[in-house]
Protein backbone atom coordinates (compact mmCIF):
# COMPACT_ATOMS: atom_id res chain seq x y z
CA UNK A 1 0.00 0.00 0.00
CA UNK A 2 0.87 3.29 -0.79
CA UNK A 3 2.15 5.65 1.80
CA UNK A 4 2.39 9.32 2.53
CA UNK A 5 3.74 11.51 5.40
CA UNK A 6 4.64 14.97 5.71
CA UNK A 7 6.19 16.51 8.45
CA UNK A 8 5.79 18.70 10.78
CA UNK A 9 2.13 19.12 10.54
CA UNK A 10 2.41 22.70 11.70
CA UNK A 11 5.04 24.97 11.63
CA UNK A 12 5.08 28.32 12.77
CA UNK A 13 8.03 30.84 11.07
CA UNK A 14 8.94 34.67 11.76
CA UNK A 15 9.23 36.27 8.81
CA UNK A 16 12.49 35.99 6.96
CA UNK A 17 13.34 32.55 9.13
CA UNK A 18 13.79 29.85 6.15
CA UNK A 19 12.69 26.36 6.78
CA UNK A 20 12.14 22.54 5.16
CA UNK A 21 8.76 20.91 5.16
CA UNK A 22 9.29 16.86 4.59
CA UNK A 23 7.67 14.53 2.48
CA UNK A 24 8.50 11.18 3.04
CA UNK A 25 7.17 8.22 0.77
CA UNK A 26 6.87 4.39 -0.04
CA UNK A 27 5.05 3.50 -3.15
CA UNK A 28 5.82 0.64 -5.56
CA UNK A 29 7.06 2.55 -8.61
CA UNK A 30 6.87 6.15 -8.36
CA UNK A 31 5.93 8.37 -11.43
CA UNK A 32 6.19 11.75 -10.11
CA UNK A 33 5.86 13.48 -6.96
CA UNK A 34 3.68 16.68 -6.98
CA UNK A 35 3.33 19.74 -4.46
CA UNK A 36 0.44 21.48 -4.01
CA UNK A 37 -0.38 24.97 -2.06
CA UNK A 38 -3.72 25.07 -0.07
CA UNK A 39 -5.38 28.23 1.69
CA UNK A 40 -8.16 28.33 3.73
CA UNK A 41 -11.65 27.34 1.59
CA UNK A 42 -10.04 26.81 -1.38
CA UNK A 43 -8.52 23.61 -3.84
CA UNK A 44 -5.24 23.14 -4.03
CA UNK A 45 -2.89 24.65 -6.30
CA UNK A 46 -0.69 23.02 -8.31
CA UNK A 47 3.19 23.82 -7.48
CA UNK A 48 5.47 21.49 -8.71
CA UNK A 49 6.12 18.24 -9.95
CA UNK A 50 9.37 16.21 -9.70
CA UNK A 51 9.72 13.02 -11.63
CA UNK A 52 13.28 11.48 -10.50
CA UNK A 53 15.56 11.94 -7.58
CA UNK A 54 17.93 14.56 -7.96
CA UNK A 55 15.58 16.98 -9.29
CA UNK A 56 14.83 20.10 -7.94
CA UNK A 57 12.25 22.79 -8.89
CA UNK A 58 12.27 26.80 -7.58
CA UNK A 59 9.21 29.27 -7.86
CA UNK A 60 10.26 32.68 -5.80
CA UNK A 61 11.01 31.35 -2.50
CA UNK A 62 10.19 27.70 -3.06
CA UNK A 63 12.29 25.24 -3.70
CA UNK A 64 11.29 21.21 -3.88
CA UNK A 65 13.91 18.69 -4.09
CA UNK A 66 13.30 14.80 -4.51
CA UNK A 67 15.72 11.79 -3.21
CA UNK A 68 14.37 7.61 -3.40
CA UNK A 69 12.69 7.90 -0.39
CA UNK A 70 11.84 11.86 0.42
CA UNK A 71 10.89 15.45 -0.63
CA UNK A 72 11.88 18.82 0.70
CA UNK A 73 10.07 22.10 -0.10
CA UNK A 74 12.73 24.85 1.50
CA UNK A 75 10.96 27.98 1.92
CA UNK A 76 13.59 30.80 1.78
CA UNK A 77 12.97 33.99 3.51
CA UNK A 78 9.50 33.24 3.98
CA UNK A 79 6.59 36.17 3.93
CA UNK A 80 3.25 36.32 5.91
CA UNK A 81 1.37 35.18 2.17
CA UNK A 82 3.31 32.03 2.30
CA UNK A 83 0.96 30.87 5.34
CA UNK A 84 -1.18 27.76 3.78
CA UNK A 85 -1.01 24.70 3.95
CA UNK A 86 1.28 22.66 1.61
CA UNK A 87 0.35 19.28 0.47
CA UNK A 88 2.65 16.52 -1.48
CA UNK A 89 0.81 13.69 -3.80
CA UNK A 90 2.89 10.52 -4.60
CA UNK A 91 1.63 9.17 -8.11
CA UNK A 92 2.28 5.14 -8.72
CA UNK A 93 -1.03 3.02 -9.63
CA UNK A 94 -3.29 6.12 -8.26
CA UNK A 95 -2.32 9.69 -6.66
CA UNK A 96 -1.76 9.65 -2.70
CA UNK A 97 -1.80 12.56 -0.83
CA UNK A 98 -0.42 13.33 2.77
CA UNK A 99 -2.11 15.05 5.08
CA UNK A 100 -0.32 18.54 4.53
CA UNK A 101 1.69 20.90 7.05
CA UNK A 102 0.04 23.84 7.59
CA UNK A 103 2.77 26.61 7.70
CA UNK A 104 2.08 30.05 9.46
CA UNK A 105 4.34 32.66 8.70
CA UNK A 106 4.51 35.59 11.16
CA UNK A 107 5.52 39.32 10.32
CA UNK B 1 -12.14 31.93 -17.49
CA UNK B 2 -10.60 28.19 -17.99
CA UNK B 3 -10.66 26.31 -14.99
CA UNK B 4 -12.92 23.97 -12.78
CA UNK B 5 -16.36 25.33 -11.23
CA UNK B 6 -17.91 23.28 -8.64
CA UNK B 7 -21.34 23.80 -7.30
CA UNK B 8 -22.91 24.41 -4.64
CA UNK B 9 -19.81 25.46 -2.95
CA UNK B 10 -22.12 24.57 0.62
CA UNK B 11 -24.87 22.37 0.90
CA UNK B 12 -26.72 21.59 4.23
CA UNK B 13 -28.83 18.45 3.94
CA UNK B 14 -30.41 15.77 6.01
CA UNK B 15 -29.83 11.67 6.61
CA UNK B 16 -31.45 9.19 3.81
CA UNK B 17 -31.62 12.67 1.45
CA UNK B 18 -30.37 12.59 -2.71
CA UNK B 19 -27.74 15.03 -3.38
CA UNK B 20 -25.85 15.75 -6.26
CA UNK B 21 -22.38 17.57 -6.61
CA UNK B 22 -21.69 19.17 -9.80
CA UNK B 23 -18.38 19.77 -11.50
CA UNK B 24 -17.84 21.56 -14.96
CA UNK B 25 -13.88 22.22 -16.33
CA UNK B 26 -13.29 23.85 -19.75
CA UNK B 27 -9.46 22.97 -20.11
CA UNK B 28 -11.37 20.00 -22.64
CA UNK B 29 -9.20 17.62 -19.73
CA UNK B 30 -9.68 13.80 -20.41
CA UNK B 31 -9.59 13.08 -16.82
CA UNK B 32 -11.50 13.91 -14.02
CA UNK B 33 -11.79 13.09 -10.37
CA UNK B 34 -13.69 13.12 -7.02
CA UNK B 35 -12.14 13.62 -3.71
CA UNK B 36 -13.32 14.20 -0.46
CA UNK B 37 -11.16 15.80 2.15
CA UNK B 38 -11.61 14.94 6.48
CA UNK B 39 -9.12 16.37 9.64
CA UNK B 40 -6.66 13.49 9.50
CA UNK B 41 -7.11 11.96 6.25
CA UNK B 42 -6.10 13.81 3.59
CA UNK B 43 -7.62 14.06 0.35
CA UNK B 44 -8.93 10.40 -0.73
CA UNK B 45 -10.32 9.76 -4.00
CA UNK B 46 -13.56 8.66 -4.21
CA UNK B 47 -14.02 8.11 -8.31
CA UNK B 48 -12.20 8.94 -11.48
CA UNK B 49 -12.95 9.11 -15.37
CA UNK B 50 -10.63 8.83 -17.79
CA UNK B 51 -13.28 9.71 -20.53
CA UNK B 52 -16.95 10.18 -21.02
CA UNK B 53 -18.84 6.98 -20.47
CA UNK B 54 -15.60 5.61 -18.44
CA UNK B 55 -15.28 6.05 -14.88
CA UNK B 56 -14.00 3.79 -12.57
CA UNK B 57 -13.77 3.55 -8.28
CA UNK B 58 -11.35 4.63 -5.95
CA UNK B 59 -10.48 4.02 -2.33
CA UNK B 60 -13.49 5.34 -0.59
CA UNK B 61 -16.49 4.86 -3.46
CA UNK B 62 -19.17 3.02 -1.30
CA UNK B 63 -22.37 5.18 -1.02
CA UNK B 64 -21.26 7.30 -3.86
CA UNK B 65 -22.34 7.41 -7.96
CA UNK B 66 -20.92 8.94 -10.70
CA UNK B 67 -21.43 9.70 -14.44
CA UNK B 68 -20.04 11.28 -16.97
CA UNK B 69 -21.78 11.73 -20.53
CA UNK B 70 -20.19 14.93 -21.32
CA UNK B 71 -16.77 15.55 -21.13
CA UNK B 72 -16.70 18.57 -19.45
CA UNK B 73 -19.31 17.73 -16.61
CA UNK B 74 -18.80 14.91 -13.72
CA UNK B 75 -21.14 15.20 -11.25
CA UNK B 76 -21.24 13.05 -8.20
CA UNK B 77 -24.35 11.63 -6.10
CA UNK B 78 -24.79 10.63 -2.59
CA UNK B 79 -27.59 8.59 -3.41
CA UNK B 80 -28.72 8.21 0.52
CA UNK B 81 -26.75 10.72 2.55
CA UNK B 82 -25.20 9.60 6.23
CA UNK B 83 -23.18 11.71 7.98
CA UNK B 84 -20.29 9.95 7.85
CA UNK B 85 -20.42 11.54 4.38
CA UNK B 86 -20.21 14.81 5.81
CA UNK B 87 -16.89 16.62 3.84
CA UNK B 88 -15.39 18.61 1.62
CA UNK B 89 -15.84 17.20 -1.54
CA UNK B 90 -13.16 18.63 -4.56
CA UNK B 91 -13.24 17.92 -7.85
CA UNK B 92 -10.50 17.64 -10.29
CA UNK B 93 -8.97 17.08 -13.89
CA UNK B 94 -5.89 16.54 -15.70
CA UNK B 95 -4.84 15.40 -18.90
CA UNK B 96 -3.80 12.31 -17.89
CA UNK B 97 -4.28 9.72 -14.76
CA UNK B 98 -1.03 10.03 -12.99
CA UNK B 99 1.62 11.36 -14.62
CA UNK B 100 0.19 15.22 -15.15
CA UNK B 101 -0.69 17.17 -12.18
CA UNK B 102 -4.12 17.37 -11.36
CA UNK B 103 -6.18 20.82 -11.07
CA UNK B 104 -8.66 21.63 -8.35
CA UNK B 105 -11.65 23.45 -8.02
CA UNK B 106 -12.72 25.29 -4.86
CA UNK B 107 -14.89 22.16 -3.05
CA UNK B 108 -18.17 22.08 -1.83
CA UNK B 109 -18.71 21.87 1.79
CA UNK B 110 -21.42 19.53 2.54
CA UNK B 111 -23.03 18.95 5.89
CA UNK B 112 -25.08 16.11 6.51
CA UNK B 113 -27.47 16.49 9.60
Known sequence: EDQVTQSPEALRLQEGESSS???????????????YRQDPGK????LFTLYSAGEEKEKERLKATLTKKESFLHITAPKPEDSATYLCAVSAR????????QLTVLP | ??????????????????????????????????YRQDLG????????????DITDKGEVPDGYVVSRSKTENFPLTLESATRSQTSVYFCASSESQINQPQHFGDGTRLSIL
Open chain 1, 21 to 35: LNCSYTVSGLRGLFW
Open chain 1, 94 to 101: QLTFGSGT
Open chain 2, 41 to 52: HGLRLIYYSAAA
Open chain 2, 1 to 34: DAGITQSPRYKITETGRQVTLMCHQTWSHSYMFW
Open chain 1, 43 to 46: GPEF
